[in-house]
């Protein structure tokens, strides 16, 4: 009887029972199958990834570590043409001869020799052995221990390499030296270096360096899975620099799958592929480390039981909770759905509101998941954006300062201060007193201004210097000028940005004073008020703004980015503004600058520093 037959036979409750089986079961073993196979490409795709970077950091760190000890070596070429130096011992065959002023016998040349070989040793903790052969004496010097040892060899049985080279792993050895070595000497690798007679091709002498292998094991550690992967750092010919099986350490390589990591077909430097034989059934993934003294490969080998594990454990797992993922499918895709939708509706707001220019939002959102972190990306981004504000307008003020110390460089100030002193005292020596005020007067507003050290100064220090401006702009308007001091004595040691007040001051003479038209008066005028704010005015009779103007320059002068502004108002360039964002740049950002017409003429400057008092005392 056919499938078919016993279908139409079925009672409706049986024809429910097979259909709802099919409609469940099918799903869920497609479910599974595809899942198995995505998760293992996946895996595949990742693995290869992960083992290409962490390869490449593995050739990156030994070729650096390998460097560092070849540049070691090279220590011998140091100083090649001071008398006590290595090469020029190796140069002139130690002999007593080359060293007429310090040494006079070969025993005090061997402490020498033993010297430079002792600092190479020291150089790098790593370094077991340094063993030194010279060829014209046929003989070896062997640095062990913090002691030197000598021996001649027979005739011919020393070659040296024509190039620096590095022997693989091996046990070390004394190089033929009647030395007693311990029981268990340490597995090392060694480096080989011929020394030549510059700038020829002859060759002085080998130096050659034992390090310990152990190095390279600490180096590549974290490369591998020790419990379940296998790694191997082996030379060109396949003999086995390091291995994460100890007992390989030393020998030769001789599986199939290495003639593939080396095959002339294959001139990539790093590479993968899938090997089963041999007993190893699995990926194989290798980096090629190659410098001009030696070409290695770091080989892992990662077998499917492991590399797939996960997805071995992901397809058991699906096959157990498949029939309750189908009863909690719709409450678990409302549950997740909420629960992502949420926080992300949540930063589309913030978003919003950033949009909109608002980058003080404060973004609310704690998850640790991907969204979670997210928002902490954009805080970070709005940090960072905001530092950049605030530092193009630090870099800003910084560049108006610099153009302030620019303008007072531009002549040479010590000639000149020297030559206004000689000026003065021939004034004073033919009695012109006046004269020699004067002189004074511009020699100290120079010196105010050649002092670069001080980028603060106290406001009675500003005072002298605008005092010496004043005493040269009356001898220019004579009678007509008036000048009357209000000081606050508690604030003269109150410490404030250089040249604050002379601008304001200058400003007068440039804008407001014009001689003639009546009697030009000038008040400055400080006080300290009991909460420790400090306040500077800057008051004239000159022709003053109109009140349109007056609205116009306070505005401009509150706004962010007004260069244009600050160039019509000072021909210098350094503007009201600037001596605002130099204020608040000192103290807080509380300080103020305003400006106001008085009336029937004039023009006010106030500064306003909150808590200067107190920021004086810090």
């Given at each position: 009887m056919t499938a078919r037959t016993l279908f139409r036979n079925a009672t409706i409750r049986k024809k429910m029972m097979l259909l709802f089986l099919i409609a469940t079961i099918v799903p869920i073993a497609a479910s599974i199958a595809i899942s198995y196979h995505e998760t293992r490409s996946s895996i595949t795709k990742e693995a290869i990834s992960k083992n290409n970077r962490l390869l490449s950091l593995g050739s990156a760190n030994i070729v650096n570590y390998m460097n560092n000890i070849n540049q070691k070596s090279l220590a011998v070429y140091n100083s090649m043409n001071v008398p006590r130096s290595l090469y020029y011992l190796l140069e002139h065959n130690l002999e007593d001869e080359a060293f007429p002023n310090g040494i006079s016998d070969v025993i005090e040349n061997r402490n020498l020799l033993k010297d430079h070989l002792y600092n190479i040793y020291q150089s790098m903790k790593e370094f077991y052995k340094i063993r030194l052969y010279v060829a014209s004496q046929n003989t070896s010097y062997l640095l062990w221990n913090d002691d030197i040892k000598v021996g001649k060899h027979e005739p011919g049985t020393i070659a040296m390499a024509p190039k620096t080279y590095i022997e693989p792993t091996h046990i070390s050895h004394n190089y033929g030296l009647p030395i007693k070595s311990p029981v268990n000497e340490e597995p090392v690798f060694s480096l080989h270096r011929p020394i030549f007679?510059?700038?020829?091709?002859?060759?002085?002498?080998?130096?050659?360096?034992?390090?310990?292998?152990?190095?390279?094991?600490?180096?590549?550690?974290?490369?591998?899975?020790?419990?379940?992967?296998?790694?191997?750092?082996?030379?060109?010919?396949?003999?086995?620099?390091?291995?994460?099986?100890?007992?390989?350490?030393?020998?030769?390589?001789?599986?199939?799958?290495?003639?593939?990591?080396?095959?002339?077909?294959?001139?990539?430097?790093?590479?993968?592929?899938?090997?089963?034989?041999?007993?190893?059934?699995?990926?194989?993934?290798?980096?090629?480390?190659?410098?001009?003294?030696?070409?290695?490969?770091?080989?892992?080998?990662?077998p499917d039981s492991h590399l797939y594990a996960t997805a071995n454990e992901t397809a058991l797992l699906n096959m157990w909770v498949g029939a309750l993922c189908l009863a909690v499918a719709v409450i678990a895709t409302l549950i997740i759905s909420y629960r992502f939708t949420k926080p992300l509706l949540k930063l589309i707001g913030y978003v919003n509101k950033i949009d909109s220019g608002n980058l003080g939002v404060q973004i609310d959102i704690r998850s640790n998941d991907e969204i979670g972190l997210l928002a902490k990306r954009f805080r970070s981004m709005m940090q960072t954006i905001n530092n950049l504000i605030l530092k193009e307008y630090r870099l800003e003020l910084a560049n108006k300062t610099i153009q302030l110390k620019a303008l007072q460089a531009q002549v040479n100030p010590h000639f000149l201060y020297n030559a206004l002193q000689s000026v003065g005292t021939v004034a004073l020596q033919q009695g012109n007193k006046?004269?020699?005020?004067?002189?004074?007067?511009?020699?100290?507003?120079?010196?105010?201004?050649?002092?670069?050290?001080?980028?603060?100064?106290?406001?009675?220090?500003?005072?002298?210097?605008?005092?010496?401006?004043?005493?040269?702009?009356?001898?220019?308007?004579?009678?007509?000028?008036?000048?009357?001091?209000?000081?606050?004595?508690?604030?003269?040691?109150?410490?404030?940005?250089?040249?604050?007040?002379?601008?304001?001051?200058?400003n007068f003479f440039k804008h407001g004073f014009s001689p003639g038209d009546r009697p030009a008066r000038l008040v400055i005028a400080s006080s300290l008020s009991d909460e420790g704010a400090l306040t500077i005015v800057v008051s004239d009779n000159g022709s003053g703004m109109a009140p349109r103007e007056i609205a116009a320059l306070n505005a401009a002068i509150t706004q962010e980015f007004r260069a244009e502004e600050e160039a019509e108002e000072t021909g210098s360039g350094i503007g009201l503004r600037n001596i605002l964002s130099r204020l608040r740049l000192s103290f807080r950002k509380d300080a103020s600058l305003t400006v106001q017409q008085l009336h029937p003429h004039g023009f006010s400057v106030t500064l306003h520093i909150p808590h200067a008092q107190e920021e004086e005392q810090r």
């Open positions: 007679l510059a700038p020829s091709d002859t060759q002085l002498a080998e130096l050659t360096i034992d390090v310990k292998v152990g190095v390279l094991n600490d180096l590549n550690r974290q490369l591998y899975d020790a419990g379940n992967e296998k790694f191997y750092i082996v030379n060109s010919d396949g003999a086995i620099v390091l291995s994460s099986e100890p007992d390989f350490i030393g020998k030769r390589l001789v599986n199939d799958w290495f003639h593939t990591v080396t095959a002339p077909t294959s001139n990539a430097e790093q590479g993968h592929f899938k090997w089963n034989g041999g007993g190893f059934n699995g990926m194989i993934f290798y980096q090629q480390v190659k410098t001009n003294y030696m070409n290695w490969y770091l080989i892992k080998q990662t006046n004269v020699y005020g004067l002189i004074a007067s511009l020699g100290k507003m120079m010196r105010y201004q050649m002092n670069m050290a001080d980028a603060e100064v106290e406001l009675s220090q500003e005072l002298d210097y605008v005092q010496a401006y004043l005493d040269l702009q009356k001898e220019r308007f004579d009678a007509s000028l008036d000048v009357i001091l209000m000081i606050d004595e508690r604030t003269r040691s109150i410490r404030m940005p250089k040249m604050i007040v002379q601008p304001l001051v200058e």
